[in-house]
């Protein structure tokens, strides 16, 4: 039986930080459903939040104040910077993932995972090798395919299991033992699935599922010079990241599929080679006639006391813009995300340049789900309805 709960903010929330609230309202309980902002005048004041289990009000506005207090509040609250936006501006009809179910294209197979036949895979690909060719010819990128686990030490090393807790997904397996085997097979047996005590047999968790694909080329090159003429790295690869309940249509996966581009080298030639693949994806844009724009951005920061000056500085610095297409509804989806690192994963990492010399780095990541799914969104389905443009954009034609 579920429970409504309303709670006020100890504070009221700027409405241009609404969005960041509430991104994170989903991990402050697991208990929670369903939530609906209260806005007024003043700005955010309150939340309705739906439970489907017992849980003390009080303790669900202890948990989201702090989620208020570490990371949003304190945020720039001001309306995103915009760098680009698309000379089309049409208007996109809702319900696009429910046509693609029902006519078998989209199957749900879990939780925020999503099975995709035709033609979504085939566009997934052409835009894929769209931005790859761009990378391998033209900018001289040096692609690799990584294995899909990821050692934790690295996302430690990173930083990315302390400033992204919500999102970490584990991989582990049972102790090299025959009674741990056997006890194993009992329990299972028994219960008809795994046990609910199952990782007390388990080994410590030493690998991950990658939340992207950078990390693997970071560790790739950890606590070491750059070989020779390396200074782009490309890879494709599944990306896995825990969110939650926010899964809708092809937005939010746990299991998704990525193309990564990173820069390593001065400054000066890792921001030139940020803006010229930005430039191309934006062209790029442009040449398909996508609704949408190209915006300044953050990453969502959690349960840390600096989460929300870390997001500030990220605005501020402009080292994140994100790709938003339209998608009907007034909703858009990022289907790419150009972000510029300083030197954080150069000294995590150790790694310098081909004579030793400090380096800065830069990536840019691209969702093939997403990408696909916005341009389905706004053309439909049959590839035979979309505009020449899109098939010569896309090398079809």
């Known amino acids: 039986m579920s429970t409504l709960h309303t709670i006020q903010l100890e504070r009221a929330l700027n409405r241009t930080l609404a969005d960041e609230f509430a991104r994170r309202v989903y991990f402050a309980s697991r208990n929670i459903v369903d939530f609906q902002l209260v806005v007024e005048d003043s700005g955010v004041t309150g939340i309705t939040v739906r439970t489907d289990t017992p849980e003390a009000t009080e303790n669900l506005a202890r948990k989201l104040n702090v989620i208020l207090q570490n990371d949003v509040l304190t945020q720039l609250g001001r309306d995103a910077k915009v760098i680009w936006r698309s000379a089309e501006d049409r208007a996109i009809a809702p319900g696009t993932f429910e046509d693609l179910v029902a006519a078998g294209i989209a199957f749900e197979a879990g939780e925020g995972q999503i099975a995709l036949g035709e033609p979504v895979l085939s566009l997934m690909d052409d835009l894929d090798r769209t931005v790859r060719d761009f990378v391998v010819q033209e900018m001289h990128g040096r692609e690799y395919r990584y294995p899909t686990l990821i050692p934790a030490r690295t996302l430690y090393r990173c930083g990315y299991l302390t400033s992204f807790p919500q999102y970490v997904m584990f991989v582990t397996r049972l102790h090299s033992d025959i009674d741990v085997y056997q006890e194993f097979l009992a329990k299972t047996k028994a219960t008809g699935g795994l046990d609910a005590q199952l990782l007390e047999s388990c080994r410590a968790v030493d690998y991950c599922l990658p939340p992207t694909m950078c990390y693997h080329t970071f560790h790739q090159f950890a606590d070491s010079s750059l070989p020779d003429g390396v200074s782009v790295v490309t890879s494709r690869g599944k990306s896995f990241r825990h969110e939650e309940k926010y899964r809708k249509g092809l937005e939010r996966l746990w299991d998704f599929t990525i193309r990564e581009v990173v820069f390593v080298g001065s400054r000066e030639q890792v921001l030139a080679d940020r ?123």
């Open 275 to 397: 803006e010229r693949l930005m430039d191309r994806l934006l062209g790029l844009a442009d040449e398909l006639g996508l609704v949408g724009r190209c915006e300044v951005a953050n990453d969502p920061f959690f349960g840390n006391s600096d989460g929300a000056l870390r997001s500030t500085s990220q605005r501020l610095l402009e080292l994140k813009y994100e790709l938003r297409l339209d998608i009907g509804g007034g909703e858009t989806i990022a289907v790419g995300s150009f972000n510029f690192h300083e030197q954080m994963f150069a000294d995590a990492f150790a790694l310098t340049g081909t004579a030793g010399e400090p380096v800065y780095t830069a990536c840019a990541g691209f969702g093939l789900e997403r990408f696909a799914y916005a341009l389905v969104c706004q053309y439909g389905a049959d590839p035979q309805k979309w505009p020449e443009r899109v098939h010569a954009a896309l090398g079809r034609s």
